[in-house]
């Protein structure tokens, strides 16, 4: 007969990691499940330094990502590279591109996926490929015209990191004020190399063969600016797709847990950013999450069990 696990767990980023080694620790038979080559998730995007989780000062994110590879390696936690296309509810079962597995419980951490303006041109422009890094492929902006769409941290550190090299950059905002950090806003105002167009919207990316363009609305206004390349830095959403119509979400997107990270299906769990409001994200809250919803599982399983 084909294995049935205790739990399931889809998304190998903190929150998922911690779920499996929670679950390896308390005995229960696991599959982490994950659809990227590496597991990690969001830390391969993290440029900065991690100093903010106990006993690791990681110079960046992938270094910590390198030290959840090693623990689950250690405690020998089976790792199936491959995405989850869907999830049958009634017949628990996890629908993978790479064959259907049947487990007593699920643990969902999918995370987050960037934030879409869905504006004419987005789509080709993003299957180009053409949204690099501002810190590992920085020496695409050489001498290019950037464009970067956001007010948060993201887009402000991205501008910042390319202005200095960029022919020119220009950062465009929908809101009257910025939400990055205060130091980052300083220097944005502060450097000779960025235009700042604030209650601004870009509308359409348009693409005339070598030239591109964008299409603006600048307080009301339309313009049309001549860009190399344009960075949408507007957030991150909940990657929720996989338990559309099953689970009840929040209006953000996010998933409704109760204290112990259940969904509205008793089965089912969901931890990590995928249920976290945007202020709340982080390696820690993950990583406890994924802590609170093993231990709750097997405490579910206890009492199912009698
Ligand atoms: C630029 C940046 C800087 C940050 N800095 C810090 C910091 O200094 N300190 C801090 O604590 N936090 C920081 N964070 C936040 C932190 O990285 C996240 O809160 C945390 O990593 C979230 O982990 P997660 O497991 O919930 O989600 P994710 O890391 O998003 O992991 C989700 C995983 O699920 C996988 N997945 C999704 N769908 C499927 C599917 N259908 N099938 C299989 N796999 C799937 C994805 O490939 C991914 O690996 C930062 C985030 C960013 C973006």
Redo the contacts with the bound molecule.
């Keep these: 007969m084909e294995k049935k696990y205790d739990v399931i767990v889809?998304?190998?980023?903190?929150?998922?990691?911690s779920a499996a080694i929670w679950c390896k620790r308390l005995d229960l038979t696991i599959l982490l499940?994950?659809?990227?080559a590496k597991?990690?998730?969001?830390?391969h995007?993290?440029?900065?330094?991690?100093?903010?989780?106990p006993g690791i000062m990681a110079s960046h994110?992938i270094q910590l990502a390198e030290t959840l590879q090693e623990h689950i390696q250690a405690l020998h936690i089976p790792v199936l590279q491959?995405?989850?296309?869907q999830i049958h509810e009634g017949r628990r079962e996890v629908i993978?591109e790479k064959g259907s597995f049947h487990c007593e419980y699920l643990i969902v951490?999918?995370?987050?996926k960037d934030r879409l303006l869905r504006i004419p041109g987005e789509k080709e422009m993003l299957d180009r490929g053409e949204q690099y890094s501002t810190t590992k492929e920085k020496h695409r902006f050489e001498g290019q015209k950037v464009l970067v769409v956001g007010g948060g941290?993201?887009a402000i550190e991205g501008v910042l990191n390319v202005a200095d090299i960029a022919e020119h950059t220009w950062l465009v905002h929908r809101g009257s004020h910025f939400r990055a950090q205060q130091r980052f806003v300083e220097a944005v105002h502060k450097h000779p190399n960025i235009t700042i167009f604030m209650q601004s919207e870009l509308t359409e990316i348009v693409d005339q063969h070598t030239l591109k363009a964008v299409r603006l609305r600048v307080q009301g206004r339309e313009q049309l600016v001549h860009v190399d390349r344009v960075l949408v830095r507007i957030g991150?959403e909940p990657?929720n797709?996989?338990l559309q119509g099953m689970v009840l979400h929040k209006s953000d997107g996010s998933i409704t847990v109760d204290e112990f990270y259940r969904t509205s299906v008793p089965w089912i769990f969901a931890?990590?950013?995928?249920v976290?409001a945007p202020e709340l994200?982080?390696?820690?809250?993950?990583a406890g999450q994924g802590m609170v919803a093993s231990k709750s599982i097997l405490l579910d399983r206890m009492r199912e069990k009698g």
Excluded: H
């Design positions: 889809i998304g190998a980023g903190a929150a998922g990691v499940i994950e659809k990227q597991v990690g998730g969001q830390l995007r993290v440029g900065n330094p991690i100093i903010d989780y994110g491959a995405e989850v296309l993978t951490a999918t995370g987050v941290d993201r991150m990657e797709q996989l931890v990590g950013d995928l976290t994200r982080s390696v820690s809250w993950a």
